[in-house]
């Protein structure tokens, strides 16, 4: 969340997210039911470029590039939402990894400025965001720690 939000101080953005069944009960909220997974959708009209992410609902809450989809991550989510997403979303260029959001976000101070760490010993909350960038662009990274 917070890339995406960074991404959208400097460039405009479009994105879709939610849930994709099947549906399960929750075993923490009795009348709320559980999605298998999650997805987010980000077409960036400046680079005319659509990224996709499907995330499971497991126990795993660190970032996978697994996770990214590409083009068949977004028929995936209109084949089990029913929903079709617009053709600018759908006829933009499905980069193969994420990379073009750490080459977006890399410039003129732009991590900083919303308070992204680029060093793994800086609170979760800050260096977690960095280390989905280096990730997404098939960089290694030294996994965030989490700390209370």
Known sequence: EKVIACMGQYHRALVFAGGLGPFSESKRMRDVSRPEAFFKVVFVPS??????????????????????????GLLEIEQKSGFRFPDAVRHATFPSDCSMFKVLLDEKERLASCDIATTSTAHSFKYGPYFLLQRCAGQQAAPPKCQR
């Open 47 to 72: 680079v005319n470029q659509t990224f996709v992410w499907i995330f499971k609902n497991d126990g795993i809450k660190t970032y996978s590039e697994r996770d990214y989809k590409s083009l068949g």
